[in-house]
């Protein structure tokens, strides 16, 4: 066997191995077409907008997939996915020697909920996420605390549709499973 063919075999060997080595991307979904339900958050802070920024912030992650849709409409979706934000504070957690405050912790606490809509079952249910980030107070930025809820929702919301890619992926094993069984 020539050199070039022994590194052509070897290639075609390192391929096929990495290629069926079963990883994949988990923010990344293949399966049928879900339609979710997603009515806008309820807002128990008396940070006004925090609702909408969730909305969108969630809205972006969700366009990362070309099967699954979001929908302001009930009807015909497989999947409700609400939640509320149920209070957001804001410690001080550090002090400078004229005891002003000079750092910040924002924190956020969650409550959501996955539910098909089809058999009732629900999917995902989080009663307490709590979410922190620090901000310094010491900046010449009004906006600090506005950003790090920004991030703070952000992160969340990946979490929120990596969550919702899994319980859907297990949802469709149960099914697939389901109709092996009955055939």
């Known amino acids: 066997m020539t050199g070039q063919k022994r590194k052509l075999l070897f ?7 990495l290629g069926g080595c079963g990883y994949y991307f988990p923010n990344v979904y293949t399966g049928p077409e879900v339609l979710v339900y997603m009515p806008n958050w ?24 070309d099967k699954i849709h979001l ?4 009807e015909g979706a497989d999947l409700v996915l609400a939640g509320e934000i149920i209070s957001i504070d804001l410690p001080g ?5 004229n005891e002003q405050t000079t ?10 909920v996955l539910k098909n809509l089809k058999t009732g079952d629900m999917l995902w249910e989080v009663h307490n996420d709590v979410w922190t980030e620090n901000y310094n107070t010491l900046t010449n930025r009004a906006d600090t605390e506005d ?3 920004e991030e703070i929702l952000d992160d969340v919301s990946e979490k929120i549709y990596l969550g919702t890619l899994t319980k859907i992926r297990k949802m469709n094993r149960e099914l697939s499973l389901d109709k092996a069984k009955t055939q």
């Open 93 to 97: 957690i550090g002090w400078d020697t």
């Open 147 to 149: 950003e790090a809820v």
């Open 103 to 112: 750092d910040v912790k924002v924190e956020l606490r969650l409550r959501y």
């Open 11 to 17: 290639s075609l060997f390192v391929f096929l191995m």
């Open 42 to 65: 309820k807002n128990r802070t008396d940070k006004l907008g925090i609702d909408n920024n969730m909305y969108q912030s969630l809205s972006a992650w969700f366009q990362k997939s």
């Open 71 to 74: 929908t302001k409409d009930r």
